[in-house]
């Protein structure tokens, strides 16, 4: 049978290899009833691979599967736990073609983001086998003297991992490493829209964990394309100790409901609607270059992406002019070609949904300075664009984006463009541009974000605290406190 385009591409090695079904306590199968569901290529609209389509049996068997493997998961010393990590870290580096090209593949990103997605979601792997053998505990003298307090960590349990289709290799490392870090077994419920990569890092540490004799129901993976039908279930079983998830506000709130009755230990990484304040003062060269990727990184879908241009009225017209003509020089197209720097958004509806929004602002009043036309043929694709006088109240600024689209509103003073910032019920990241300290100081102090770039449109790291407030979420990912997600933490009375 004749693969298409889009799977010849990879390797053959890796498509012989590439696991598309149930990963549960170690063996990868079909799902009960021997259910599939599609995986498309975004540029291409080309089906990829069909992968088995977890039923709500399917999960309490990873579940069962996890509770089993706990209490031997978390007896295993935490050296050990950090040298299996470091060694998934070292195969993840050298798999980087395959896994870029499945990235690609999958999502649409262009090549060389898929590599620097391999090289980020990497990082965490890395990071939490450093922390591993770090999990602190404290012993101290009770302030009234007679007694002792000694307090100590432990893992949460079984855990739930629920990942987006944005970053489908740095999304799950970045909870996958931390949790086997900490000790905690998980069970990975992949994005439908992207399951593939998320399953093939999973082979690659249940590789780790079985040459190693470590049991492998460490780690389960339950791909389907019912969400709730295989979270419900797990959310209202006891064995079930953390939920994790990152995606909209509001599944996310719902998840928040489910997760109440058995009160679940939750991270939450939310939806954003993330300001980039441009000030009078700043180099007006660097901050497009820093919008460009804050607002183009995997074509703008990305819950940290800038979403409102926030510009100082005397440069608003002139950022946004640049900005245009930077933008009109992207090249757009599929992701698996040389040279192209911004790739198809996930699907039909969500092009839709952007065309909507820059309509909307068009009507309104914006003017579009480039891009705005949907383009006709094969593929997912919307250009590069920038909007000039778009209103306070505009949906464009109000709602995330999620697409390659720059509203550009004037502010008038600091008080301003701080009160603009914070007029959202959102706080996940925020970014400004100046080279007045007293002002990104004033920024970093008073804008309601999780995380501030000052003169940077990137702020991802695997070492930082990566998280939002207000509907931004709850807890951080990523860095030490990525960690204590995974710990309870329990004090004895001597
Ligand atoms: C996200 O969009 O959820 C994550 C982006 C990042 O980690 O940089």
Redesign the pocket.
């Known amino acids: 049978m004749s693969r298409p385009a889009s799977v010849s591409r990879l390797s053959p090695a890796l498509v012989a290899h590439l696991p598309t079904g149930l990963l549960i306590d170690g063996h990868w199968g079909p799902a009960s009833g021997g259910a599939t569901f599609e995986v498309e290529n975004p540029a291409t609209e080309e089906s990829l691979f069909d992968v088995a389509d977890a039923r709500p049996e399917d999960a309490l068997r990873a579940l069962a599967a996890a509770h089993r493997a706990a209490p031997v998961w978390r007896a295993v010393s935490p050296r050990e736990r950090s040298e299996l990590l470091r060694a998934v870290y070292s195969t993840l580096v050298a798999r980087t073609d395959d896994l870029a090209a499945l990235i690609t593949a999958e999502s649409g990103k262009p090549l060389a983001e898929a590599r620097a997605e391999v090289a980020?979601g990497a990082d965490f792997v890395r990071w939490y086998a450093e922390q591993a053998v770090r999990t602190d505990g404290l012993v101290r003298t009770a302030p009234a003297g007679a007694n002792r307090q000694l307090v100590s960590r432990r893992p949460v349990g079984p855990a739930l991992l629920i990942t987006?289709w944005?970053?489908p290799l740095?999304?799950a490392t970045?909870k996958v490493a931390p949790a086997l870090a900490a000790g905690c077994p998980v069970v990975v419920k992949p994005a439908r829209l992207a399951p593939l990569t998320t399953a093939l890092v999973a082979e690659i540490v249940r590789a780790e964990l079985v040459d190693r004799g470590l049991p492998a129901g460490v780690v389960n993976v339950i791909p389907s394309s019912h969400a709730a039908d295989v979270t419900e279930p797990l959310l209202a079983d006891p064995r079930l100790r953390k939920l994790s998830f990152?995606g909209s506000t509001a599944v996310g709130r719902t998840l928040l409901q489910g997760a109440a009755a058995q009160v679940l230990r939750t991270s939450m990484?939310l939806g954003g609607n993330a300001p980039f304040v441009v000030f009078a003062d700043a180099d007006l060269d660097a901050a497009v270059e820093g919008a460009l990727v804050a607002k183009l990184?995997?074509t703008g879908?990305?819950?940290?992406?800038a979403n409102r241009f926030l510009v100082h009225e005397s440069v608003a017209r002139d950022f946004a002019d640049r900005l245009a003509h930077a933008f009109a020089d992207r090249r757009v197209g599929d992701g698996a070609q040389e040279g192209v720097q911004v790739g198809p958004l996930i699907g039909a509806s969500a092009v839709d949904d952007v065309e909507e929004l820059v309509s909307a602002a068009v009507d309104d009043g914006a003017q579009v300075l480039t891009g705005g036309d949907r383009p006709d043929g094969r593929g997912h694709f919307y250009p590069p664009t920038v909007l000039s006088g778009v209103g306070h109240d505009a949906r464009v600024v109000r709602e995330e984006i999620f697409g390659p689209v720059a509203p550009v509103v004037a502010f008038g003073d600091d008080d301003e463009a701080i009160e603009l910032a914070n007029a959202t019920e959102h706080g996940l990241a925020a970014y400004a541009y100046t080279r007045d300290l007293g002002r990104a100081m004033r920024v970093a102090q008073e804008v309601e974000a999780g995380m501030i770039g000052i003169n940077r449109g990137?702020?991802?790291d695997a070492s930082a605290p990566?998280g939002g407030v207000k509907h931004s979420g709850l807890g951080r990912e990523g860095g030490e406190a990525g960690l204590e997600e995974y710990l309870e933490t329990v004090y004895v009375a001597l």
């Open positions: 980020y987006p944005n970053f740095a999304m970045r990152t990484e990184r995997n879908q990305s819950c940290v992406a990137l702020v991802s990566f």
